[in-house]
């Protein structure tokens, strides 16, 4: 989602920041890069015309969120939607590729969520201005709140172009 709303607000956007986020390029869906979504598909259910995925009391879904604390989980749980499963599945499709690829980046990566990566599936989660990584699962702002805005407030210190 980042790099395609990069791409159509260019003129407001001087850096992108991958919270262990997807990592797509141009003419690639995050069902196509990663078969552990794709095979989410097989669960979906339809609602109002709306094919949903990854609902809330599935399994699946707290290990891919990475929350192990009850509590943590006990409140974002009362907080999860479904994904619409067009999602994972519609294509990237930038009308500025070349100036998206310039804007500087910084990928914050969870060692648990690269675990399951592969490839150059994972090779992509290395390539950036900044690479961090905090020990945490997917969803470190609920799981290491501080440390997160740390390392943001740090980002926003450096500025775009600062190292």
């Given at each position: 989602?980042?790099?395609?709303?990069?791409?159509?607000?260019l003129?407001?956007?001087?850096?992108?920041?991958?919270?262990?986020?997807?990592?797509?390029?141009?003419?690639?869906?995050?069902?196509?890069?990663?078969?552990?979504?794709?095979?989410?598909?097989?669960?979906a259910?339809?609602?109002?015309?709306?094919?949903?995925?990854?609902?809330?009391?599935m399994?699946?879904?707290?290990?891919?969120?990475?929350?192990?604390?009850?509590?943590?989980?006990?409140?974002?749980?009362?907080?999860?939607?479904?994904?619409?499963?067009?999602?994972?599945?519609?294509v990237?499709?930038?009308?500025?590729?070349?100036?998206?690829?310039?804007?500087?980046?910084?990928?914050?990566?969870c060692p648990?969520t690269?675990?399951?990566r592969?490839?150059?599936?994972?090779?992509?989660?290395?390539?950036?201005?900044?690479?961090?990584e905090?020990?945490?699962?997917?969803?470190?702002?609920?799981?290491e709140?501080?440390?997160?805005?740390?390392?943001?407030?740090?980002?926003?210190?450096l500025?775009?172009?600062?190292?």
């Amino acid at each position: 989602v980042v790099t395609g709303a990069a791409d159509r607000a260019l003129d407001r956007v001087g850096q992108l920041v991958f919270l262990d986020a997807a990592i797509l390029y141009d003419g690639e869906s995050l069902a196509a890069v990663n078969p552990a979504i794709a095979a989410m598909h097989a669960e979906a259910q339809v609602v109002d015309c709306v094919d949903l995925v990854l609902w809330p009391d599935m399994p699946i879904a707290r290990a891919i969120y990475g929350v192990e604390d009850e509590a943590d989980w006990a409140w974002m749980r009362q907080r999860l939607r479904p994904h619409p499963w067009r999602a994972f599945n519609d294509v990237l499709r930038l009308r500025q590729p070349d100036a998206v690829a310039r804007l500087p980046r910084t990928l914050i990566n969870c060692p648990s969520t690269l675990e399951r990566r592969h490839g150059e599936s994972l090779e992509r989660y290395f390539v950036g201005d900044r690479v961090w990584e905090l020990d945490t699962g997917h969803d470190l702002m609920i799981t290491e709140p501080e440390k997160t805005a740390e390392l943001l407030l740090r980002l926003a210190d450096l500025g775009p172009a600062g190292r």
